[in-house]
Every structure is written in structure tokens, then in C-alpha cells.
């Protein structure tokens, strides 16, 4: 069975710093898909961003990147010129692949990670 | 992008009374739905998974004759939470897939209250 872990359950950054997220997982596949998603406090689930294990390149979408490491099985999150909107729950998750090779979408969550941005 | 519609957003009902939940994909196909259940400050815990037209499959420890889930079309799935009592109150949240999209897309959540 895969696993998530996410080790810093609260973290705090200044605005327009920068914050990295960490998250580790356990799994015996070769391919997959690793997500960090949002949870403000209106509980919505947001994507943030996605990697595929079979790509190198870390993914990025405008101040949010990754860092993956398949060999080690770490996948953090780097928030650059964090915002007081960036503020909300910070879940990592794994997911296998489909017979298609996109996501199934049987997310396994790790324990999440409550960011506060001070102004 | 793929919106999922869940409803209601918050319901409060007495103990011993069941509940139904919605989850609809408004603008796509849904072939595969996942229900999870989340406790304040806590992760989603992937409760089932189910397939239109089939019958749900729920992960261990989850009662499938509490957490009822119907899975009737391909754009709504329902959660029926039969004789609830107060420890079933949570967060619930759906998500859906269908074919060809590269990711699952989540509803709003439903926060039960059981009295």
C-alpha cells in the first residue's frame, strides 16, 4: 500500500518570502502521479500543482515548484513571494496510473500541513 | 475547467435519521467517483470508489451498509448516511473522473451534523 507523509504540521512564512512544504511517500510502483493541493478555509479543494514520476523535470505553475526526487521518494513544495492568500491547509497526494496513463484519481492524502502567512 | 457540484453544503440532522448526499458533474462525464470523509484539521480518508452502473467498492474498515453510495449515472453519484449517529458527523467530500481527464475534480463538501 502507498503511503503520504508530510512531517511539518504548521509552517509560517512572511509575505513575498519563500516556504518550502516537505512530503515523502512509500510505494512499490515505477509510475504515478504526485499532487500538492490547497484547503483554505472554505474547505474547497484546489489543485495546485502535479508531477509525473516518469518526467525529471520538476514541475512548475507561476510561484509554486517541486522538487522531485524519485529516488529518495520526496516530492516539496517551494511557495516563492508568498502571499496572504497563499494561506489555507497543504495536502500532498499520490495517485496511480490508469490503463489510460493519466491519473485514476484514487488519491492517497498525506496528513497536510497548515500554512499561515504574516503580513 | 470540470466543475463538480455537491449538495448540500451543510446539513444537521437527528441521530437515528439518514442523510443523502449529492455529488453531480456538471460539464463532464463521470465514470469513476471517490467519497471521502475528513475530521477538522485532519486528512481526506478515501471512504469508496465506485463506477457507474457497479456496485461500490469501500475501503477497509468503512460499513457499507451505513455509507450507502449509488452510482446510477454517469454525472451523479449520491452518499446516504443511514441511522446516523453523532460520531458520523465530518466533513464529506466527493470527487469525479471521466475519461480522458488527467485528474479528479472535487465538490464543495458536505459538513454533516448529527444531533
Known amino acids: 500500500a502507498q503511503t503520504v507523509t508530510q512531517s511539518q504540521p504548521e509552517m509560517s512564512v512572511q509575505e513575498a518570502e519563500t516556504v518550502t512544504l516537505s512530503c515523502t511517500y512509500d510505494t512499490s510502483e515505477s509510475d504515478y502521479y504526485l499532487f500538492w493541493y490547497k484547503q483554505p478555509p472554505s474547505r474547497q479543494m484546489i489543485l495546485v500543482i502535479r508531477q509525473e514520476a516518469y518526467k525529471q523535470q520538476n514541475a512548475t505553475e507561476n510561484r509554486f515548484s517541486v522538487n522531485f526526487q524519485k529516488a529518495a521518494k520526496s516530492f516539496s513544495l517551494k511557495i516563492s513571494d508568498s502571499q496572504l492568500g497563499d494561506a489555507a491547509m497543504y495536502f500532498c497526494?499520490?495517485?496511480?496510473?490508469?490503463?489510460?496513463?493519466?491519473?485514476?484519481?484514487?488519491?492517497?492524502f498525506g496528513q497536510g500541513t497548515i500554512l499561515t502567512v504574516h503580513p | 475547467g470540470a466543475v463538480v457540484s455537491q449538495h448540500p453544503s451543510w446539513v444537521i440532522c437527528k441521530s437515528g435519521t439518514s442523510v443523502k448526499i449529492e455529488c453531480r458533474s456538471l460539464?463532464?462525464?463521470?465514470?469513476?467517483m471517490f467519497w471521502y470523509r475528513q475530521f477538522p484539521k485532519q486528512s481526506l480518508m478515501l471512504m469508496a470508489t465506485?463506477?457507474?452502473?457497479?456496485?461500490?467498492?469501500?475501503e477497509q474498515g468503512v460499513e457499507k451498509d451505513k455509507f450507502l453510495i449509488n452510482h446510477a449515472s454517469l454525472t451523479l453519484s449520491t452518499l446516504t448516511v443511514t441511522s446516523a449517529h453523532p460520531e458520523d458527523s465530518s466533513f464529506y467530500i466527493c470527487?469525479?473522473?471521466?475519461?480522458?481527464?488527467?485528474?479528479?475534480?472535487f465538490g464543495q463538501g458536505t459538513r454533516l451534523t448529527v444531533v
Open positions: 465506485s463506477n457507474e452502473g457497479s456496485k461500490a467498492t469501500y
Open positions: 470527487s469525479s473522473r471521466g475519461w480522458g481527464n488527467t485528474e479528479a475534480f
Open positions: 497526494a499520490y495517485d496511480l496510473l490508469n490503463a489510460g496513463g493519466t491519473s485514476y484519481g484514487k488519491l492517497t
Open positions: 460539464d463532464f462525464q463521470a465514470t469513476t
